[in-house]
């Protein structure tokens, strides 16, 4: 299983076809842009491509145990002897030696291979993990591109607000040298402006904000930033995407493998209880050129232990109930994120529904309140709070379609579905069975797959 999708390189060429994105101006930044910076960029994919690196050794370690340890070892010791106190009279011997040996665990009844495969489920665990926090990278970036999208049409709906009030104020002001209006009116158009440049001096904080986060979360600043692509394609029904998201979410499969892992703990516990035999031979040659070979098999077993072996076996047995529990736990939060996801995406069309008829009523009461205003039949007030209604639900409008946008996205990590390779953003991508497959016989440095690890450490830019 785990040798499954080898590759013949570190990354491999994933599909050229790109993520579904409207037609956009070729200088703007894309959405599969700014995925693509952040898959490239993150130093959080490194740090986990480094500890599944990290999880593939352990593997390569716990086989090195099914083989022979051979070692050598040089003594050189001398000895100072008085052989007569009375005398003074001593002797001096200086003893060197020579020993090549090799020990090995023939037999250990499953302890050895068992730990062999409990490092093989750790590795298909971390994994997965890995995908889990690629889907975190690229989510990260959706909404910081999305949050950059909403702050500049939030700054550019409180410029034209403010444009509007500046007119709206000079209009006031030219009314009231006629006699038209009062002061009141021109101290509230006032009042209204000052507002309004308060609301701009906020929007570009929170666009300077979002810059910052976008460059966070893709190693640069947002360019001209293109239109959201049109809505990836989802399941018809909530249940559809709940039945997806227990198949493949990257949480649900580590914690799989981790239960596995916790089962083989339990047996590994009962094969500690077991005999173990070993065998060592060595040839050892001293300064007098005396040559001498030996060879052991000795088998022992633990008998009493204060009762530690069979407290490590129920201590096994409770953890990978334990294991078994937290992984039904994530079913419940996995669909539960699932359902909240889907939910936003209702509220979003609902609201962006909603919002439209707000703006077309709002825009024509707006208009209308102007024209009564010139005729005296409104007030400057009146036309005020007319256009700060308009100006709230486009505001609500803007942020209702950012979270629509995320919202999707959401639900495709909810699913376990937002990775490089299913937005098929076209870009190589790190193979995470590269590096297992080069060390998991665990290689000696001048072997051929020695070589070839030494390729892909090139590969990868850690040799």
């Not at 050229?16 to 993150?42: C, F, K």
């Amino acid at each position: 299983m785990l040798r499954k999708g080898l590759k013949t390189f570190i990354f491999l060429g994933a599909s050229s076809a790109m993520l579904m994105v409207a037609p956009a101006i070729a200088s703007a930044e894309t959405l599969a842009d700014a995925l693509v910076s952040a898959y490239r960029n993150s130093n959080l994919l490194e740090q986990n491509r480094a500890t599944l690196r990290a999880a593939d050794e352990d593997v390569a370690q716990a086989v090195a145990a099914l083989r022979p340890v051979i070692q050598w070892t040089a003594d050189y010791s001398l000895q100072h002897t008085n052989i007569s106190p009375t005398t003074g009279g001593s002797v001096t011997s200086r003893v060197a030696s020579t020993t090549l040996g090799a020990s090995m665990t023939l037999l250990s009844f499953g302890r050895n291979s068992i730990a062999v495969e409990m490092k093989k489920e750790t590795v298909l665990a971390t994994r997965e993990a890995l995908r889990s926090i690629e889907q975190q990278v690229l989510l990260s970036a959706i909404q910081a591109y999305s949050d950059v999208k909403s702050a500049s049409e939030q700054v550019a709906i409180n410029q034209n607000s403010v444009r509007v009030l500046s007119q709206e104020l000079k209009a006031s002001n030219d009314r009231f040298e006629v006699g038209e209006v009062t002061k009141t009116d021109v101290s509230l158009a006032q009042a209204q402006l000052a507002s309004a440049r308060a609301s701009l001096a906020s929007a570009e904080g929170n666009q300077r904000t979002a810059r910052e986060s976008f460059k966070a979360a893709t190693g640069h600043y947002p360019k001209n930033l293109a239109a959201f692509p049109k809505a990836p394609t989802l399941p018809k029904s909530l249940d559809a995407a709940r039945a997806i998201a227990l198949r493949s979410q990257p949480t649900i499969k580590q914690l799989q493998h981790t239960v596995t892992v916790y089962d083989l703990g339990v047996s590994l516990a009962k094969a500690n209880r077991m005999p173990k035999v070993t065998g060592t031979v060595g040839f050892g040659l001293d300064e007098g050129g005396v040559r001498g070979t030996s060879a052991n098999i000795g088998m022992s077993q633990t008998l009493y232990a204060g009762g530690g072996l069979i407290s490590g076996q129920r201590q096994a047995i409770a953890n990978a109930q334990a294991a078994r529990a937290q992984l039904s736990q994530a079913g419940v939060t996995v669909t539960q994120g699932v359902g909240n996801a889907w939910a936003a995406i209702d509220i979003a069309r609902a609201q962006i529904t909603a919002y439209d008829q707000q703006i077309r009523a709002a825009r024509t009461a707006y208009n209308g309140v102007k024209e009564e205003a010139l005729l005296g039949a409104r007030t400057t007030l009146d036309v005020l709070s007319a256009e700060q209604d308009l100006l709230d639900a486009q505001a609500g409008r803007i942020n209702a379609a950012a979270t629509l946008q995320v919202a999707y996205y959401q639900l495709l990590s909810a699913m376990g579905l937002l990775t490089v390779e299913n937005l098929k953003l076209g870009i190589p991508t790190y193979d995470p069975a590269a590096y297992y497959n080069a060390v998991h016989n665990a290689p000696i440095t001048l072997s051929p797959q020695g070589k070839r690890l030494d390729r892909v450490l090139q590969a990868i830019g850690q040799n």
